[in-house]
């Protein structure tokens, strides 16, 4: 016997289908609006602390203290506490004018420096402020002082020293360069990391001109470019979260994702099909590269020359990564950076250029290669976090401890100047 209540029922639903159709549509975009607005809120406390910067291209938000989402070994997404002083950087409070009897160290850097992957005692900035204070006791007190921003370029961390690392009077200025990206973060037509427009320096005649307006450099705006989805769904933050998460938790399906044109890749991708900042290890180097290069030398020689002039010691820290992670780890290496084996490449070839130019000018070096490697031999523990290669907590420790070396090394580590 069939149900007379299933004709009703269809026969309704055709009366009414525009009605449901409205209903439908209106209860759908209603949740898409309730989810866009928690993602937004969600996004705002845990990535609230950037911001555009007309100087630098972007900053941190002063007095940020909370937990972020931080991406940790590479997709691994933790909430981890950020703690941004009122200045804009990740450290406790310092005032500008320095107290008699303290001798500051100025830490300079991308990523690295910054450290927001490691909690905020466990960063190499205060390890070293603690091994100081433990090793030289007395009447002289040592403030290392993070000067690190997520993407900064060898450019932007010029104009941080210009524009606000010099008020602290740094008795030492540590310049951190980190080859792998450095050299493609300084040119525009390699840059595909930046977050926002940025300055980008030229040189003309062998001679620096500073950057007239911020660009957003057309390989990161390319990753965007090409797919009318992508350009529209950027604009939410749901969509965001979406790619955030399925990145952190379920990186086929992200994968899937990125190769059907529904998320933007990461990186833009080489004909090769691998990032372009990896080019920085082929042989022979490309005319973009070697301008590249070339470009942050001279950049690097002229903070020297304005932290010198301002009376204080410049010193660059070498932090590799080519080399000291096929070396303690190949297996691994082998899987995860497969591009950098190809015949093509040339395995540290990025961090032999930076020596090569930094002899040439006669700067002091502390190169982290052999310190880095030793420290893996013949232990469980891991000097990085796998696969983005920062630093983990005990790499923050052989750090700072190498740092200390070199600095007596050096003869730096000597009673402070007069507060200038």
Known sequence: MKNPFIPRAWTWVKRHRWRLIFAALSLGIIIAMALELMAHMYLANCWGFLHPDPILGWSY?????RNALIAKGG??????EVQINSQGLHDREIPYEKPENTFRILCIGDSIVEAFQVPFEAMFTKRLEKYLAEQYPGATRYEVINGGNGNFGTDQEYLFYQNEGKKYKPDIVLLFLFP?????????????????????????????????????????????????????????????LAQLYLRNYFRSISGAFESAG??????????????LFYDVHKYPLGPAWQRAVDLTEALVAAM??????????????IVPFSEVMTRCWPDESRRVW???Y????????????????LKRLDIKTLDLTDT??????????????????????????????ALIKFLKECGDLSPPRRAR
């Open 338 to 340: 497969a591009p950098l």
């Open 342 to 357: 190809r015949p093509e490449m040339k395995i540290g070839q990025p961090e032999q250029l930076a020596r090569d130019f």
């Open 180 to 240: 792998l990206n450095d050299y493609s973060d300084n040119l525009p037509e390699l840059n595909d990391r930046a977050y926002l427009p940025k300055p980008f320096f030229t040189l003309k005649d062998g001679h620096l001109v500073p950057p007239k307006s911020l660009i957003l450099p057309p390989p990161a705006s390319a990753l965007q470019k090409n797919n009318r989805f992508i350009r529209f769904a950027s604009r939410f933050r749901a969509y965001m």
């Open 304 to 317: 020297w020359r304005d932290v010198e002039k301002d009376g204080a010691s410049f010193r660059v820290v």
């Open 372 to 401: 880095l490697i030793k420290a893996n031999q013949g232990t469980n523990s891991r000097t990085h976090l796998m696969p983005d290669g920062h630093f983990s907590e005990y790499g923050h420790d052989i750090v700072a401890r």
């Open 75 to 80: 997709y691994r997404i933790v909430k981890q």
């Open 61 to 65: 938000n002063h007095k940020y203290r």
């Open 262 to 275: 529904i998320f933007a890749p990461l990186f833009v991708q080489t004909k090769g099909g691998y990032p």
